[in-house]
């Protein structure tokens, strides 16, 4: 039983966004360490691997930016200092920005989160209505017509609930907790970036 902690990712991510939490919610708000924000972001990975080939191109181009974040931590140890250093160079909207890929990355969590809510309270054992309704809310927007009616036609190869959880090792009621659990903690996490983008006029809709 020593490896049922990495047997349980939803437990893990939840505990990560957790300690993420606890500084985000420090008045005024602490320096977020990158590290820690992007180990806790790649925690997440795993569930769009879970979801199949509707959210792959969000899997592919999350791994890829989280990834892009944990090499950023190396050499510079907090969010802010990240947004800071791109803002002196001018690079914030440029893509492969560290400061661009942390918004996307907040976008990818956003969606979990929404698709964490949507599951707690939909009836049922399809996860089509949650996931078409986290999608449409946070990536949508951003994506043009072939993404889109790509993502539609996806949305028919999800996995069952019963089938997500069995792939998370849980059961119902665990997993509705631990679910409950990272959209509490998830919330103040994605305010702290949002108000990092905000309070710098950098805008969060591009």
Not at 9 to 16: G, Q
Not at 37 to 44: D, G, K, T
Not at 162 to 179: H, I, R, T, V, W
């Amino acid at each position: 039983m020593g490896s049922s902690e990495a047997d349980k990712p939803l437990r893990r991510i939840a505990a990560s966004f957790e300690e993420l939490a606890t500084v985000a919610k420090q008045q005024p708000p602490g320096a977020m360490d990158a590290g820690a924000f992007s180990r806790a972001c790649s925690n997440v990975s795993v569930l769009f691997g879970c979801l199949g080939i509707a959210f792959k191109f969000a899997e592919m181009d999350y791994v890829a930016k989280v990834d892009d974040l944990l090499e950023a931590s190396k050499s510079i140890s907090t969010l802010p200092s990240m947004v800071e250093l791109d803002i002196q160079k001018d690079t914030v909207r440029k893509p492969g920005s560290h400061t661009r890929n942390m918004l996307r990355v907040k976008r990818g969590i956003d969606m979990v989160k929404v698709l964490f809510e949507q599951i707690l309270v939909t009836e049922g054992n399809s996860l089509r209505d949650a996931a078409s309704v986290a999608y449409a809310q946070v990536f949508a927007p951003h994506h043009g017509w072939a993404i889109r009616k790509a993502v539609a036609a996806g949305m028919y190869a999800l996995p069952s609930k019963s089938q997500l959880l069995k792939k998370l090792n849980e059961d119902e009621e665990s997993a509705k907790a631990q679910m409950q659990n990272f959209v509490r903690s998830s919330a103040p996490v994605i305010r702290y970036v949002e108000d990092l983008f905000t309070s710098r006029n950098l805008g969060i809709d591009w």
